[in-house]
Every structure is written in C-alpha cells, then in structure tokens.
C-alpha cells in the first residue's frame, strides 16, 4: 500500500509509539486486503467498549495507548457499555463497575465522544459518500444502505486505528465497483412490522454469504424496520450492505425469492423459550430512536408493568435526554429507560435473568450464546402487552 512520506514517518515511529502501532495496524489491514492508500475519514466508530466483551488484556492495550499520548485525529464515537450510571450501576458488583469506568477514562484521554451507543447515526447523521470506518455491524449496514456513507465493516482494533491516525486503508466498500448489487431478492411475502424486517435480516444473512442484494417489492418500510433488517444482515452474514427498491440492470443478476414460510421459520428459530413469561422485556436492539421512544411511551400509556418482569429501553444518553418527557411516563409504568448499555454486553445472568423477550433479531441470536437466556422474539407491541399482562 502506498504512503505519503508523512505516513511513513509516522509507521517509522517519530509520532510516537501510540501512532506507530496504529498505523501499523492500518497497513497490515491494508496489505491484506490489497488497498491501494489510506483515505481520510469524516468519524470511526468504535466497538469492543463493554468490560465484558473486553477483557482486562484489551483494557490494558487502551491504556497503553493512552499513556503513549494516543489522540483521536477523525471524531470518534464508542459502542455501548456493560452499565448505565443509574440502574445497572445499583443491581452489578462494584468492581466490575470499576474496571468499566477505567475503560471510559481511557477512551475518554485519548478524545473519543462518550456517545455509549450503537446508533450513533441519531447523533450525528454521517454526510452522503462520506468515507467512515466504523464497527458496529448494524450501524454499518444503515449507514451504507440507508444514509448513503461508506465504511466496511471494521473490527474494534482497527477502527480504534483509525480513529486515531484519521484515515482507513482504501478497500471494500469504500470502492464503487465493490458496492454493486449481485443478487436480487424478490419478496413473495409482505413483512407487517420491525420484527419481521428483522426475521428477514436473518434469513438473508444466512444465504447470502456476503454478496449485496438489491431487495424487490419491500413494502411498509419504516427507519425501524430498515434498521431491524441490517442488524439481522449482519449478525448471521458477511453483507453490508443492501439496496431496496427499484434496480434498473435486474437481469443480470443472480436471483432468490423470499416466502413467507421463511420468515416464519426464521421467527421460530429465535424463540427458545421453554416457559411462558420473560423475566426481561429488552427493546432497544440497535438503540432506540426519539422516535420509537416515543412511540413505547404511548403504547405503555399509563399501564404498569407486572410484577416479576423487567421492561427495559435501551439508547444514548443524548436520545434519553431528548426523550425526557416520554422516558418519564415509560419509568413511571415502571420500565427502565437505560442510556449507554445494552443488555447482550451486560451480565443478565448475574441479575437471575433466564428468558428474555424482544423484538429485535440480533438480541434473539446472540441471548442464548452471551446471555445464556432464552429467547422470545415478537413485534413491540406483542412485547409491551406481556409486559403488562404478564
Ligand atoms: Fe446495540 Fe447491543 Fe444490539 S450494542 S446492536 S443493542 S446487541
């Protein structure tokens, strides 16, 4: 991969070991992956921020980075934590809550935005043909699919990498022959709600190994449900990206249909639970809008959530705090408005959570493996009702 004489110096080290390591890691990634240069970015995001995910060997990598003198060069936002500072805070033992704060402070010396979230497209919406190099795989998917960036699909090393040179390796999908469409899906069936968009994700992830698909005769789309079928995508699947709508050159495409058994089977594959009644309703997977929020807010609409079971909303902490009044009538049926966290980084288990119920895809996939729960998946408002009813 070529570099400018600046990059050189910097890979030679006369920016210090923190730059050196980092530019190390982009050539490496570069070399492998046949980039040409290094590109700018306008942000990175970074994943790999909850202790639990972390560990205390990448915690120290932080800090060694950070005493080095390592600064962010692009913006830089990070991926939820395994606590919020109000509830979880109270109910997990204290050391762990020690090694994540350590974790913060090490990001937070280095100048990354404490954004806490998987949506960090609700804080600031990345510009149309920007290049990005972040490593949520569901913020991936939206903002190539639905907000027009560019990134690929980093792992938390090297966006942190990138965060901190300012630029990524010019490959995948910051190239525009590696964005075309190679199979067209063709819906045979109509997905009712954010749930089944989900379900779909799933499926496709499965069959369509990493190749773009252009998805025909979508129709209901809502930002919920585009959101819900790229984090599904890219939980069983290599894709990131996928097109919806119209596509002119169709006939030379490789071609699948989607029935509405698959979406069946998909919802009943990540629905393991053997009783009846959730211990944890969790929405929130990727974090919650304003506007969903809203939407719970009215949906709970002054209803209480029954004894025994658990309703938390997960978001940002600037979500939440844009959101006040409505997370005020959700906390006042007794939900949990959690800002910064999510449940599959945490440690449910320690809380004697076993079932739990959502509406999202990717927390019904990855709960049996990271939460060792069971899983209930159905639409949000099936997902209040148990809430209520029980
Ligand atoms: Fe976000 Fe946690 Fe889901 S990080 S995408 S809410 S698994």
């Known amino acids: 991969m070529y570099l400018t004489k600046e990059e050189e110096h910097i890979y030679d080290g006369e920016h210090g070991w923190a730059s050196q390591?980092?530019?190390?890691?982009?050539?490496?990634l570069g070399d492998l992956f046949n980039a040409d240069k290094l590109i700018p970015i306008s942000s990175a995001h970074v994943s790999g921020v909850s202790y639990k995910t972390l560990g205390d060997a990448s915690a120290e990598f932080l800090k060694a980075l950070a005493d080095a003198g390592g600064k962010a060069h692009a913006r830089a936002t990070l991926n939820p934590q395994s606590f919020d500072t109000e509830y979880l805070k109270q109910r997990l033992p204290a050391e762990l809550y020690e090694r994540q704060m350590n974790?913060?402070?090490?990001?937070?010396?280095k100048g990354f935005i404490q954004s806490l979230t998987?949506?960090?497209?609700?804080?600031?919406?990345?510009?149309?043909?920007?290049?990005?190099?972040?490593?949520?795989?569901?913020?991936?998917?939206?903002?190539?699919?639905?907000?027009g960036a560019w990134t690929n699909r980093e792992g938390g090393p090297s966006a942190l990498a990138a965060a901190i040179i300012g630029k990524t390796p010019n490959y995948g999908m910051?190239?525009?022959?590696?964005?075309?469409?190679?199979?067209?899906?063709k819906m045979e069936t109509q997905l009712r709600n954010e749930m089944e968009f989900g379900a779909l994700g799933v499926h496709l992830g499965k069959i369509l190994e990493?190749?773009?698909?252009?998805?025909?005769?979508l129709r209901n789309l809502s930002e919920e449900g585009l959101k819900q079928l790229g984090a599904a995508l890219a939980t069983t699947g290599m894709t990131n990206m996928f097109y919806y709508g119209e596509y002119s050159k169709q006939g030379s495409l490789e071609r699948v249909s989607v029935e509405a058994g698959d979406i069946k089977d998909a919802i009943e594959g990540l629905s393991t639970a053997s009783k009846p009644k959730p211990d944890l309703i969790f929405i929130g997977c990727p974090?919650?809008?304003l506007r969903e929020i809203k939407k719970i807010a009215g949906l709970m609409n002054g209803k209480k959530v029954k004894e025994g079971i658990e309703l938390w909303v997960c978001t940002s902490r600037y979500v939440k705090e844009k959101a006040r009044k409505y997370v005020e009538k959700i906390e006042g049926s007794g939900g949990h408005v959690l800002a910064g966290v999510c449940p599959v980084v945490s440690w449910t288990e320690k809380l004697g959570i076993k079932t739990i119920m959502t509406n999202s895809a990717k927390t019904a996939y990855y709960a049996p493996m990271l939460n060792k729960a069971e899983t209930m998946l159905a639409p949000l408002e099936e997902c209040l009702k148990k809430a209520v009813e029980g």
């Open 210 to 217: 990493d190749k773009i698909p252009v998805i025909h005769g």
């Open 287 to 289: 974090h919650c809008s």
């Open 103 to 109: 974790i913060i402070e090490q990001f937070e010396k």
């Open 21 to 28: 390591i980092c530019m190390k890691i982009l050539v490496r």
């Open 118 to 147: 998987c949506t960090p497209y609700y804080l600031e919406k990345p510009r149309v043909n920007s290049h990005l190099a972040w490593a949520e795989s569901s913020a991936v998917v939206y903002t190539n699919s639905v907000l």
């Open 174 to 185: 910051h190239k525009v022959e590696n964005r075309e469409p190679r199979i067209l899906v």
